[in-house]
């Protein structure tokens, strides 16, 4: 990855704060154990305090078979996919072994409503309507991605935060991707380095910064863009982004 640091106090994503954004997206995964490899398709993923990870699965899923009412050993690799359609559309790899779980409902409604209580992701409420509760306690953690490969205590996965903009990330730099291509080839040509040919795509965003994917005739390179200022509010994004891109925030 080129990364540009224009700004001598540039943030970047811990390591453990990439890997819990991971979860707070709708990505695929799949569950490969001694005797099984299967696939999910957006689960629903959450981080307790004492560092469970709840799944919202399928209720016909065949893990929930595999799980039975004991425990399966097992690790769920996360595919964290771009939002926008790249040529390469995988930015980081997430894998999470150890021991999974189908806890009654009554325990998983009670672990729904305490996410609820700091998370006001509505898909919990598809809980006992269509949609099944697995528990995994982990032992090990690997995070994977262009910055390198990093193994992550359970503790300090645990303590980490996802960023803030994980699950609003994706319909804006697909707004961004399909109605304003001028923004990102302004990011471009502003960032004051040089850089190799391509199309520039957006690639992610999170509080400290924009990542652009450029596509060329000689394969990807990603870029990391950083923000003068750590953005708390999407408004916050668009503001960074626009002053970034020389644009008049009028227009966008």
Not at 73 to 98: C, K, Q
Not at 149 to 162: G, I, R, S, V
Not at 179 to 199: E, F, I, K, S, Y
């Amino acid at each position: 990855m080129v990364l540009l640091l224009p700004y001598p106090n540039s943030l970047t994503p811990s390591p453990a704060e990439r890997a819990r954004s991971v979860l707070s997206r709708p990505n695929p995964a799949t569950v490969t154990s001694a005797e099984v490899f299967l696939h999910l398709t957006g689960a629903v993923c959450h981080t307790t305090f004492e560092g469970e990870v709840t799944l919202l699965v399928p209720d016909q899923h065949r893990v929930l078979a595999e799980i039975g009412e004991g425990s399966l050993e097992a690790t769920v690799e996360f595919t964290d996919t771009a939002p926008v359609d790249l040529r390469d559309p995988t930015r980081s790899l997430l894998w999470i072994s150890g021991d999974l779980t189908v806890p009654p409902l009554s325990e998983a409604r009670n672990r729904a409503l305490s996410v609820l209580a700091d998370d006001a992701d509505e898909r919990l409420l598809d809980l006992g309507h269509g949609r099944t509760m697995v528990v995994m306690t982990p032992h090990l953690v690997v995070h994977s991605d262009q910055e390198g490969c990093h193994l992550l205590h359970p503790e300090e996965f645990t303590d980490a935060a996802a960023d803030p903009f994980g699950r609003w990330e994706g319909p804006w730099l697909r707004h961004l991707e399909d109605d304003h291509p001028d923004v990102l080839w302004a990011l471009v040509t502003r960032c004051g380095t040089q850089l190799p040919p391509g199309r520039p795509r957006p690639l992610g965003v999170d509080r400290h910064g924009l990542r652009l994917r450029l596509e060329g005739p000689d394969g990807d390179h990603d870029v990391r863009i950083p923000f003068r200022r750590t953005a708390r509010t999407p408004h916050d994004v668009a503001h960074e982004v626009q002053e970034m891109a020389g644009l008049d925030q009028h227009q966008h």
